[in-house]
């Protein structure tokens, strides 16, 4: 091939298929056929509204970071990997000289390339570049379509396992039902967790979680009229409490919350039902009403949780090697590359045109199959 069709984002709203140049790899990198590509929040959110907080699409870019493809080249320097192997992709590349990555936190890098953040080109690509370690052999038992997901795995790992260190036997709400917290919920299953509280304001999302991971499901009362946010809160943790038998100490207590939702009603929930000295996970809106008294009379442990860092990405290839994370169900839409822009609005609405509800849709790359998974 000596083309590379590319779909990128002129501006919001605005998607074209480009060419770009085939990259040229360094004795360290390879170059990657990309053949299946998820479709992110993220990613739509770019299209959408054209930013994400402080990054800002100020020129065109290639959308796309979740992918898997074949290795068409490798540089003089790689080892690991020859061409034909089946990867998953690592879409982020470090500096690997900064304090962050240096002590083990390369997801906090300042000077992070990561695909389809401005002003970095995505994967929805034919061809993509990395250094050889971000690269991850697919077993023969796991599809091409596995290996895209590796990408929001390893978000529920570092959720889930890096930053709550959920143990086994210790209980665990997930706020949201999106695709990273149902993955959130898987890790929590194949770690051993003896509860997985599943809470979301749509049924067919809680009903999907009881049937994926979720040991028990919580839907919120919606919303009074003129009830605040605090007081709306208060209610529903109340009632989760009640319906699911939650307390704040003891065998019922919940040891970690992870908030997969961003919204503040769930982190003000999360944080009311979380046990005395337990732990509370995610990233929200950039602004938020915290009930901060309630977090620190229960010393709770406060963490973020940005991407993924150093051996994420090989323990969720493990979790589904193994098969203690089955990755399919979620895969609910595929669609030609020359669709994607069809893809992205399924994503968008939650459903296709056939009213199909979605939880991850898959893009296969330029002239590749749907059915070659």
Do not use: W
Request: glycine letters at 10%.
């Amino acid at each position: 091939m000596s083309d590379n069709t590319s779909f990128v984002l002129q501006s919001v709203g605005q998607v074209t298929y480009d060419q770009r140049p085939i990259p040229e790899i360094r004795d360290d990198e390879v170059l990657v056929q990309v053949k299946k590509t998820g479709i992110c929040g993220s990613d739509v959110h770019f299209l959408v509204h054209g930013r994400i907080g402080d990054f800002i699409v100020k020129s065109p870019m290639v959308l796309g970071h979740e992918s898997s493809g074949v290795v068409s080249k490798v540089g003089s320097g790689v080892r690991s990997v020859r061409p034909g192997d089946r990867v998953a992709m690592e879409p982020g590349v470090f500096c690997r000289r900064c304090e962050a990555c240096r002590t083990g936190r390369y997801q906090l890098c300042p000077d992070m390339a990561f695909a389809a953040t401005p002003p970095h080109n995505g994967t929805l690509t034919r061809y993509y570049r990395l250094p050889e370690d971000l690269v991850y052999t697919l077993p023969e038992h796991l599809s091409l379509e596995d290996g895209a997901m590796m990408e929001p795995l390893s978000v529920g790992v570092h959720s889930v396992f890096t930053q709550a260190k959920l143990q086994p036997t210790q209980s665990i709400v997930v706020f949201g039902c999106g695709p990273v917290g149902l993955l959130c919920m898987a890790v929590a299953k194949a770690i051993g967790a003896s509860r997985i509280i599943a809470v979301d304001i749509l049924q067919s999302r809680l009903d999907f979680a009881k049937t994926y991971a979720a040991t028990d499901v919580f839907r919120p009362p919606p919303l009074q009229e003129g009830e605040s946010t605090r007081v709306y809160s208060q209610r529903a943790a109340g009632l989760l409490r009640a319906n699911l038998s939650v307390e704040e100490r003891g065998s019922k207590a919940i040891d970690v919350v992870i908030d997969a939702s961003g919204a503040e009603e769930s982190i003000q929930t999360g944080i009311l039902i979380a046990k005395v000295g337990g732990t509370f996970v995610g990233m929200g809106q950039p602004e938020v009403v915290v009930p901060i008294t309630t977090l620190l009379a229960k010393e709770l442990v406060l963490k973020g949780s940005f991407r993924y860092g150093p051996g994420d990405y090989r323990l969720a290839l493990a979790l589904a090697a193994q098969k203690r994370v089955d990755l399919r169900p979620l895969v609910t839409h595929r669609f030609k590359f020359e669709d994607a822009k069809a893809a992205f609005d399924a994503t968008k609405n939650g459903k296709s045109e056939d009213g199909r509800g979605l939880i991850k849709a898959i893009i296969s790359g330029p002239g590749v199959s749907i059915d070659d998974v």
